[in-house]
């Protein structure tokens, strides 16, 4: 199947055609109110699940239907399924639709992706370089952060770290992803993921001038980091 086109970086809405849908694991052409359903469409504003962060909730509607859309996954060649429940009306393959994202939901989740950034960075400064991202889950309501360390972090580590964390919020950073080449990004200093695969051309966040931060990171985010209000380790 041929990828689904992002444009959810720079929109919360966009005008696009359903490719395709499917309900009880069925290709099908249409689906009438109370069914479940995935759609596929030619574009989206809807982050896929990956990479740790989860996927946006909205709706997809046309003139003759409604979709509530609850979750939004990523496969591996890139297409971005819809899943949710016909609401109102029915829906078609070929249907002219607008797609939504429910944006306080998405503003959560770049909150706490942004502040995953903060954290990796306070953590190699406070523990050292040798600190590396395992894995991490970003939600609208927390961030988990797993990482490879030699020893047990202190309490003292632990509010430095956040003391850190927090400065660099009020400091009100711009957070800004750039589109560059793979071995440029890496000699420039960004972070990436070792399980990872990379293209050529990568994207990276950086915060701050002189950058306090710069990863790979495919993932939404906020554009300074004073939106993220405070940050707080459970």
């Known amino acids: 199947p041929k990828q689904t086109d992002f444009v959810g970086y720079k929109e919360y809405s966009s005008m696009s055609k359903v490719r395709d849908l499917v309900t009880n694991e069925n290709s099908v052409e249409t689906v009438a109110e109370g069914s479940q359903v995935e759609v596929?469409?030619?574009?989206t504003p809807f982050y896929g699940e990956m990479g740790g962060q989860v996927g946006?909730?909205?709706?997809?509607?046309s003139q003759k239907g409604k979709v509530a859309v609850t979750n939004a996954i990523r496969t591996p060649s890139d297409v971005i399924i819809h899943q949710g429940k016909v609401i109102k009306g029915s829906i078609s393959v070929g249907d002219e639709v607008e797609a939504k994202v429910d944006s306080a939901h998405r503003l959560d989740i770049a909150r706490n992706h942004t502040a995953t950034h903060l954290l990796q960075a306070a953590l190699r400064q406070t523990l050292g370089e040798r600190v590396y991202q395992k894995g991490s889950l970003v939600e609208p309501e927390r961030l988990r952060f797993d990482f490879s360390h030699l020893g047990?972090?202190?309490e003292e580590q632990l509010n430095e770290i956040q003391?850190?964390?927090?400065?660099?919020i009020w400091q009100n950073l711009k957070a800004e992803a750039k589109i560059l080449p793979y071995k440029q990004a890496i000699a420039e200093g960004a972070i990436a993921l070792f399980e990872e695969k990379y293209g050529e051309e990568v994207r990276m966040l950086?915060?701050?001038e002189p950058a306090i931060s710069k990863e790979l990171c495919g993932g939404t985010h906020v554009r300074s980091t004073g939106e993220i209000g405070i940050f707080m380790i459970t």
């Open 40 to 43: 596929i469409l030619d574009k």
């Open 56 to 61: 946006d909730t909205g709706e997809i509607s």
């Open 152 to 154: 047990q972090v202190t």
């Open 206 to 208: 950086e915060i701050g």
């Open 163 to 168: 003391r850190q964390v927090n400065a660099w």
